[in-house]
């Protein structure tokens, strides 16, 4: 088990005995994609598929969520995924606090995916996207996927639109050499939804 997943696991106990279970609602579920690749050319590599053998590992992914409300304007949300292409090595998703500060505006802290691309907050659920993956020369330009630091979602509709604003800073961690180093990073993106149309604008900047 990582060091995220006991984290989560300490939090967790915490959230139990400063709130009851009769104190807060909460809601478990999950998700499921399931793959099955194969190659055709005996020596050759594509996408994680190669040789002449069935892989059904690489695009499978399996999720599952937790979703508490403590109180009226706080909640938390746990999510743990196994992922074929990491030999189903249980790791950490999300994992924040959220506060609502009015009907518009969210502030949440703890862990979430790096919100690069479109598709990036729910990139392992596969039924989100029209594709049997995201294009992995885009998605995985991005050396880790997972930020900690703190969030603000801004949303508002504005007569037939959508608005939604959004801003991450924090630390994502990544492995060189076998060895885990950590990077300062920060993410804001602007969406606007008329109908089936969106419209998105995202910045992200990594320092040492």
């Keep these: 088990m990582t ?12 959230l139990s005995i400063c709130f009851p279970v009769q104190a807060f609602d909460y809601d478990l579920h999950g998700f499921l994609t399931a793959s099955a690749g194969y190659h055709a050319g005996d020596d050759l590599y594509w996408m994680g598929y190669e040789g002449e053998e069935l892989n059904l590992d690489y695009d499978s992914v399996l999720g599952l969520q937790l979703d508490t409300r403590l109180t009226n304007d706080m909640a938390f949300t746990g999510q743990l995924i ?9 790791k950490m998703g999300w994992a924040y606090l959220s506060l609502n500060l ?5 502030i949440r802290l703890g862990r ?13 659920v596969g039924y989100t996207y029209p594709w049997v993956r995201p294009p992995d020369e885009v998605y995985w ?11 603000l979602l801004y949303r508002r509709p504005l007569e037939e639109y959508d608005l939604t604003l959004y801003a991450v800073a924090g630390t994502l961690e990544e492995l060189a050499f076998g060895l885990p180093f950590k990077m300062k990073a920060a993410s804001a993106y602007a969406l606007v939804g008329y109908q089936d149309l969106q419209v998105r604008l995202s910045y992200s900047t990594v320092s040492m």
């Excluded at 060091?3 to 939090?11: N, S």
């Excluded at 009015?102 to 969210?106: D, F, L």
């Design 82 to 90: 196994l992922s074929g292409l990491e030999s189903y090595e249980p």
């Design 112 to 124: 979430s995916r790096s919100p690069t691309f479109l598709y990036s907050d729910n990139f392992e």
């Design 102 to 106: 009015n009907r518009s505006t969210t």
């Design 3 to 14: 060091g995220h997943c006991r984290i989560v696991l300490m939090f967790l106990l915490l």
């Design 141 to 151: 330009q991005i050396p880790t996927p997972y930020i900690d630091g703190v969030e």
